[in-house]
């Protein structure tokens, strides 16, 4: 039982004004004041401009007067000082595939559904959200369709009903005869008067063309799937700039991942994939991309990633960190040493990504793995920040191994300041940025995910 939504903000006003947010930075306005008025166990995260994915575990529906509570608060956040109506929330509720579609609608197509025409897409459940109304709104063409038609037939018989004469209302309009005698006798008509006068001959009507057979509709080819992956802006906290991007399943922002191998290792060929086309695009930094620790040790799982990192070109190996996620705490030094084998001929550098920040990294030989990077998975931020304190107590471990520390999944400016304070390397993560759609271009391109909500 888990209610899926996807939320896009729609402008309906001009430029911006003096002290307004401006609509560049709404995204990040926007995404931080969700995740502060979307707590857990509830998630939610951006997954396209001005679109974000909205998820509760506990319900089947979401209810529209909270999103109607949130698109007032949004406004005013936005627009300080001016009257309600200056934006608009468009929710729709469907299952992922569905959700991830609609986040994928351009402006023009929001639009067509605020009209109640509907889009060629997965149906579900739309509501158009204001600061003072909630209204619903048909998702698909069909359902518009149908619902046209049904309005139509009732237009008509209403106008039906208000024209039919019946034998009561012809009663009433009927003229009373009059009884009075006239005045004057009445004069004969003379032979001529009394022939009727030739009533004058109608023009044949012309016969009614069979009106032109309707044009079909144009097909409205349905907007591409939005991409099933996103890039986490991977930060140095001592540099105080980015280094890289980190690959991630935009899946991951409405519910945890799988456990089954079969499907993790489709989701990791789905980034290697991915990352392979931003290698000719993307000329910035490290780039990280996720194995799953237990397909490292199967054989068809390894002859599947073998297959995919054939086609990586070989002057990009220096950049590239191969992230093994699902580490168990006691990991056998035999299998990270042959996983080392397996991917050094494509991948520089290797993290293992672990969840027990007390990982006995001194059992490690030297030179085995490039980094540990700890996966904070608290429900709540005081777990999260113990988690944090136990992994940086190791700090001198680390150092003796030559193993830099890193945090991932950091969801907030105090964890990222207990990160910095306890000398933790690198971090990522939605404090850190939210889920791009393009690998970072630059050291500095892009802004903490904690100064936007300053």
């Known amino acids: 039982m888990t209610a899926i939504c996807c939320l896009r903000i729609l402008f309906t006003v001009g430029e911006s004004q003096p002290g307004e947010v401006p609509k560049h930075k709404a995204q990040g ?23 974000f994915v909205l998820a509760d575990n506990r319900v089947e529906t979401l209810n529209p007067t909270e999103m109607q509570a949130l698109a007032a608060e949004l406004e005013k956040v936005l627009f300080p000082g001016r009257p309600i109506g200056q934006i608009a929330l468009m929710t729709f509720e469907g299952d992922e595939q569905a959700v991830l579609q609609f986040a994928a609608l351009s402006q023009a197509e929001l639009a067509g559904l ?4 509907g ?9 158009v959200v204001t600061a003072d109304s909630v209204e619903p709104r048909p998702s698909t063409r069909a359902e518009a369709k149908t619902l046209a038609e049904d309005k139509a037939s009732a237009k008509k018989q209403g106008l039906t009903a208000a024209t039919t004469v019946t034998p009561e209302r012809a009663a009433k309009a009927a003229a009373p005869v009059s009884t009075i005698p006239t005045a004057e006798p009445i ?8 022939q009727p006068a030739t009533a004058p001959v109608a023009p044949e009507k012309p016969k009614a063309q069979p009106a032109p057979a309707p044009k079909p509709a144009a097909k409205v080819a ?4 939005p991409a099933e992956t996103g890039w ?38 789905i980034c290697l994939t991915d990352t392979q086309a931003a290698l000719k695009t993307a000329a910035f930094g490290e780039i990280h991309v996720p194995f799953g620790f237990w397909n ?43 996983m080392r084998l397996l991917l050094k001929s494509s991948f520089s550098r290797m993290d293992v990504q672990v969840t027990d920040p007390t990982f006995p990294i001194s059992g490690l030989p030297p030179e085995l793995v490039d980094s540990i990077t700890l996966v904070l998975n608290g429900e709540t931020e005081h777990d999260r920040l113990k988690q ?14 030559d193993v830099a520390q890193a945090v991932a999944n950091v969801g907030s400016s105090v964890e990222l300041e207990a990160c910095k304070a306890g000398g933790i390397a690198i971090v990522r993560g939605p404090a850190v940025t939210e889920l791009l759609d393009k690998p970072v271009a630059s050291p500095d391109g892009a802004t903490l995910a904690a100064a936007n909500a300053a």
């Open 29 to 51: 306005v926007a995404d931080a004041f969700l995740k502060a008025r979307w707590r857990k166990p509830r998630k939610c995260g951006a997954v396209a401009p001005l679109a």
């Open 114 to 117: 605020m009209a109640g025409e």
């Open 119 to 127: 889009y060629e897409g997965p149906a579900g459940r739309v509501h």
């Open 187 to 194: 004069k004969p008509v003379s032979a001529e008067a009394a």
């Open 222 to 225: 349905p907007p591409p799937p």
């Open 232 to 269: 986490w802006g991977v930060y140095d906290l001592a540099l105080g700039a980015f280094v890289g991007s980190a690959i991630g399943m935009r899946s991951d922002l409405i519910g945890p991942p799988p456990e089954d191998d079969a499907k993790l290792l489709k989701r990791d060929l």
């Open 296 to 338: 490292l040790t199967t054989p068809a799982s390894q002859d599947a990633y073998k297959s995919r990192l054939s086609r990586y070109p070989l002057d990009q190996q220096p950049r590239l960190t191969a992230t093994i996620y699902a580490t168990p705490r006691e990991a056998s030094i035999g299998m990270l040493q042959q």
């Open 388 to 401: 944090i304190l136990k992994f940086v107590e190791r700090k001198a471990a680390y150092v003796a191994k």
